[in-house]
T-cell receptor, first 112, second 116 residues
């Protein structure tokens, strides 16, 4: 719908698991973002990639590891997460220096 | 620190009424604001934006008003429909300092419920 897809849509994992979230954009954008959306909290910016280079790491714990192999794909690698990491993880993309960001549908993550 | 916040967490209206959703911001240097709509199970969807050199901007059934004097932003939805039921977020776009990307700071969100 928005040109930004995310997989999986739902993920349940244990604290010792390793998993990855995938985001793909079909809009020709060159900046991509990861956000965390928790209940009763504003969307929190986690990482920003601009022209495939990480330009923002918003004090995110090292158990979250982003990867941007090209301008169309963005991954978030997860390992040894905590239950408080359960949230909706949203990917967005934009043109560099553009104001409007286009969001994917999110991955609903539950950490047991 | 600087933040963007919403006055009301919930708003309930009847179908056909006009809705007004408010947002306060604290960064007087902000030069761009965006309203997003998020329906259940979906990511935020762009509704309308406004630059700080404007006071008002109109879209289809939506109007955004910006009052820089009191640092207040509002979204007006005319003839609200059940399909407008969603969470609405205002966001402040900080591109100061020569960043090469948009850095959005979001408010908490207002839940709009439209009753038939």
């Amino acid at each position: 719908e928005t040109g930004v897809t995310q997989t999986p849509r739902h993920l349940v994992m244990g604290m010792t698991n390793k998993k990855s979230l995938k985001c793909e954009q079909h809009l020709g954008h060159n900046a991509m973002y990861w956000y965390k959306q928790s209940a009763k909290k504003p969307l929190e910016l986690m990482f920003v990639y601009s022209l495939e280079e990480r330009v923002e790491n918003n004090s995110v714990p090292s158990r979250f590891s982003p990867e941007c192999p090209n301008s169309s794909h963005l991954f978030l690698h997860l390992h040894t997460l905590q239950p408080e990491d359960s949230a909706l993880y949203l990917c967005a993309s934009s043109h560099v220096s553009a104001n409007e960001q286009f969001f994917g549908p999110g991955t609903r993550l539950t950490v047991l | 620190g600087e933040s963007v916040g919403l006055h009301l967490p919930t708003l309930s209206v009847q179908e056909g009424d006009n809705s007004i959703i408010n947002c306060a911001y604290s960064n007087s240097a902000s030069d761009y604001f965006i309203w997003y709509k998020q329906e259940s199970g979906k990511g935020p969807q762009f509704i309308i934006d406004i630059r700080s050199n404007m006071d008002k901007r109109q879209g289809q059934r939506v109007t955004v008003l910006l009052n820089k004097t009191v640092k207040h932003l509002s979204l007006q939805i005319a003839a609200t429909q059940p399909g407008d039921s969603a969470v609405y977020f205002c966001a402040e776009n900080l591109q100061a300092g020569g960043t090469s990307y948009g850095k959005l700071t979001f408010g908490q969100g207002t839940i709009l419920t439209v009753h038939p």
